[in-house]
Structure formats: C-alpha cells, structure tokens
C-alpha cells in the first residue's frame, strides 16, 4: 500500500512540477486559454520536481526490498514486490518523468508557423517577459489569435519575443492585454 501511494504521490508531484507547462495547454484544449493559474506555479517547479525524486525513490526502495515473510512451518524467507507491482512502478516512473521533463521536450511537439499575409496585414513585434518554457509560447500564441484583427502569431521562447500579424487599426492594448490573458506573462510593443 506504500508503494502504491509513494508512486501516485511521484506522479502527481512530477505533474504539478510541470503544470506551468502542461496546465495552459489542458485549459486551451478545454477552451480556458485565459487562465493563467498553472502559470504562477513555475516558481515552485523545482520543489516539485525534488519532491518527485524523494517519492519514486520512496517507492521503488519500498518495492525492491527484501523483505522477510513468515511461513506456515516457521521458515522465513526473503522477497521484493511482485510482478505487478513492479511493472506499475515503471509505468508510473516513466510517466512522472515524461511529465516531469515536458517543458524541456515540448517543442518537438508545438511547430509554429506564421501564416501568409493579406496585402495589407502589418506585423506587431512584441517583447514577452515571463515565460518559462515553449509551453507557454503556445499559450500566448494561441491568446494572441482570439485578438480581433489577428491573422496569425509567432511566439519564439527563445528569443521571448512574438511576430503579429494583424490588420490595419488592430489594437495594440488589445495584443499586450491578450498577453497578459495567457498567464503571468507581459508584453511590451517593439520599436
């Protein structure tokens, strides 16, 4: 039963270390892109992540350990965790690791690309503080397209800066306020 608690408390400590990452992309999927809760919890991250370590350690010395089990005729014997219980500990590791370690793998999966431009699209270039990972670009990405007028977004994590087209008279409050709508985030108009 300890093990079974260690290895779910391992996941679900490896998930909130990653729910800066992994939580704005569940709330776009779920049509919530304007909650930025998940995002306030970067700070934490590394916590979790230590807390994550401490539980699948937990677990798998509680599943690997001999241990001695009595006998009918009064002979002991020496054993680890079953089978089963074994197999769901790698599960559940590789799982809290994968989880764990999105932000770092996230941007095999999240492709940008801008779309071509009307004839008279101008492009908004933007300063973005705030961000700790690709995750959160596709969040901000995906904030900046509900914005009346955008035709299509950029965001680069690594240069923390975002490309916008938009038509002629789209409001550039509306792009920072979009901005601020994805997460803890800010944004300021490039010159």
């Given at each position: 039963?300890?093990?079974?608690?260690?290895?779910?408390?391992?996941?679900?400590?490896?998930?909130?270390?990653?729910?800066?990452c992994?939580?704005?992309?569940?709330?776009?999927?779920?049509g919530?892109?304007?909650?930025?809760?998940?995002?306030?919890?970067?700070?934490?991250?590394?916590?979790?992540?230590?807390?994550?370590?401490?539980l699948?350690?937990?677990?798998?010395?509680?599943?690997?350990?001999?241990?001695?089990?009595?006998?009918?005729?009064?002979?002991c014997e020496?054993r680890?965790?079953?089978k089963?219980?074994?197999?769901?500990?790698?599960?559940?590791?590789?799982?809290a690791v994968?989880?764990?370690?999105?932000?770092?793998?996230?941007?095999l999966?999240?492709?940008?690309?801008?779309?071509?431009?009307?004839?008279?699209?101008?492009?908004?270039?933007l300063?973005?503080?705030?961000?700790?990972?690709?995750?959160?670009?596709?969040?901000?990405?995906?904030s900046?397209?509900?914005?009346?007028?955008v035709?299509?977004?950029?965001?680069?994590f690594?240069?923390?800066?975002?490309?916008?087209?938009?038509?002629p008279g789209?409001?550039?409050?509306?792009?920072?306020?979009?901005?601020?709508?994805?997460?803890?985030?800010?944004?300021?108009?490039?010159?």
């Amino acid at each position: 039963m300890k093990e079974k608690i260690a290895s779910v408390g391992a996941l679900a400590s490896a998930a909130l270390a990653s729910v800066c990452c992994l939580g704005p992309i569940v709330l776009i999927g779920l049509g919530l892109g304007g909650v930025g809760l998940a995002a306030g919890l970067a700070k934490y991250r590394l916590f979790f992540l230590g807390l994550t370590a401490i539980l699948l350690g937990s677990a798998f010395y509680m599943t690997y350990r001999k241990r001695k089990v009595a006998c009918a005729d009064g002979s002991c014997e020496f054993r680890s965790g079953s089978k089963t219980m074994k197999t769901v500990l790698w599960v559940i590791a590789i799982l809290a690791v994968g989880t764990a370690t999105f932000p770092d793998w996230s941007a095999l999966f999240l492709s940008k690309h801008l779309a071509a431009a009307s004839a008279n699209a101008q492009t908004v270039h933007l300063s973005i503080s705030g961000m700790s990972c690709t995750a959160c670009a596709l969040s901000i990405e995906r904030s900046l397209k509900k914005v009346h007028g955008v035709e299509s977004a950029f965001v680069d994590f690594e240069k923390a800066e975002a490309a916008v087209l938009v038509e002629p008279g789209t409001s550039t409050d509306d792009l920072l306020k979009a901005v601020s709508a994805a997460g803890d985030y800010t944004a300021k108009i490039k010159n």
